[in-house]
């Protein structure tokens, strides 16, 4: 009875298991975004951005603190990782793709702590009545090691993607230039019996 309370415990984790506040969307061209995440207290935490595809992979990225203060600002980079402590009020992560004239960027971001959550503060308990336990230790335990999974699950799906969108793309582009040679064959060849044609043809001679 244990060890089925035990496996249905690490089943529940496994399916509620939070690495942050993560987002994929679309940037058209000469457009901007920019989302707005309010903090209490001060924590660590770790901005992560990856353009996945469109035009050369690059994106202006910014993040800007409550007061107005510029925390982090980079132009035309396909990916990268900034951290910063947290304060109270109304952070601003900003992605503009207003230098490029027609190419739209499909972005990933996520947004989450350095340090990893305890069941108990995903679950918002903030104080316990009695000490804990030693299957609460081991339910910790799994929780990290589940958190960590779901983190490596993540960033191999964005390489999936991102790899699946190149592959797609560099097919498209050989089956197209596939079709254009053959064609370019085909007329050559054409152009050519007809040339050879006209130097076996004997020419008829008219009456005067």
Same mark, same amino acid.
């Given at each position: 009875?244990?060890?089925?309370?035990?496996?249905?415990?690490?089943?529940?984790?496994?399916?509620?298991?939070?690495?942050?506040?993560?987002?994929?969307?679309?940037?058209?061209?000469?457009?901007?975004?920019?989302?707005?995440?309010?903090?209490?207290?001060?924590?660590?935490?770790?901005?992560?951005?990856?353009?996945?595809?469109?035009?050369?992979?690059?994106?202006?990225?910014?993040?800007?603190?409550?007061?107005? &203060?510029?925390? /982090?600002? +980079?132009? @035309?980079?396909?990916?990268? =990782?900034?951290?910063?402590?947290?304060?109270?009020? *109304?952070?601003?992560?900003?992605?503009?793709?207003?230098?490029?004239?027609?190419?739209? &960027?499909?972005? /990933?971001? +996520?947004? @989450?702590?350095?340090?990893? =959550?305890?069941?108990?503060?995903?679950?918002?308990? *903030?104080?316990?009545?009695?000490?804990?336990?030693?299957?609460?230790?081991?339910?910790?335990?799994?929780?990290?090691?589940?958190?960590?999974?779901?983190?490596?699950?993540?960033?191999?799906?964005?390489?999936?993607?991102?790899?699946?969108?190149?592959?797609?793309?560099?097919?498209?582009?050989?089956?197209?230039?596939?079709?254009?040679?053959?064609?370019?064959?085909?007329?050559?060849?054409?152009?050519?019996?007809?040339?050879?044609?006209?130097?076996?043809?004997?020419?008829?001679?008219?009456?005067?």
């Amino acid at each position: 009875m244990i060890k089925m309370s035990l496996v249905l415990l690490v089943f529940i984790i496994l399916n509620n298991v939070a690495i942050g506040d993560t987002l994929t969307f679309e940037l058209s061209e000469r457009e901007k975004s920019c989302f707005y995440q309010d903090f209490s207290g001060s924590r660590k935490y770790i901005l992560q951005y990856k353009v996945l595809r469109g035009g050369n992979n690059d994106i202006d990225a910014s993040l800007e603190s409550p007061n107005g &203060k510029i925390l /982090y600002k +980079e132009s @035309r980079q396909s990916r990268d =990782e900034f951290e910063f402590y947290t304060s109270n009020g *109304t952070f601003t992560i900003c992605f503009s793709n207003e230098f490029s004239t027609f190419s739209a &960027k499909v972005i /990933y971001f +996520e947004l @989450r702590s350095q340090v990893m =959550e305890t069941l108990d503060s995903e679950a918002g308990v *903030t104080s316990r009545p009695n000490a804990p336990t030693y299957l609460d230790a081991v339910l910790e335990t799994v929780h990290k090691s589940f958190t960590k999974i779901a983190m490596y699950q993540k960033d191999s799906r964005l390489k999936e993607g991102s790899n699946k969108h190149a592959m797609d793309s560099l097919n498209n582009g050989v089956q197209f230039w596939s079709v254009l040679i053959t064609f370019s064959v085909l007329l050559t060849g054409l152009g050519q019996v007809i040339v050879l044609k006209t130097f076996f043809t004997e020419k008829r001679k008219t009456k005067a």
